[in-house]
């Protein structure tokens, strides 16, 4: 059973933002508001249940940083 969302971001006609996610039981949902910039409407979406993946490069520079700041407290 796929139980995956589906997540569109649309452009409105106002030139703004919004999400609209499609639930694998066929209900759907969409923002409340519009955002003016797309990164704003994504981070809402998060808020929402919207799994923002993050590029390799981006999760080993936080990989690095938790190590740095556990070294820095003294974790071993």
Avoid: P
């Avoid at 039981?25 to 409340?32: C, E, N, P, V, W």
Wanted: aromatic letters at 10%; a neutral charge.
């Amino acid at each position: 059973m796929d139980n995956r969302n589906e997540w569109q971001f649309v452009a409105t006609e106002a030139g703004k933002w919004k999400w609209i996610v499609t639930s694998s039981d066929g209900s759907r949902a969409q923002s409340a508001e519009e955002f003016a910039r797309l990164g704003d409407c994504t981070s809402n979406a998060a808020e929402h249940g919207y799994v923002v993946w993050k590029s390799e490069d981006e999760r080993r520079h936080e990989l690095k940083l938790g190590v740095v700041n556990a070294l820095k407290r003294g974790v071993r």
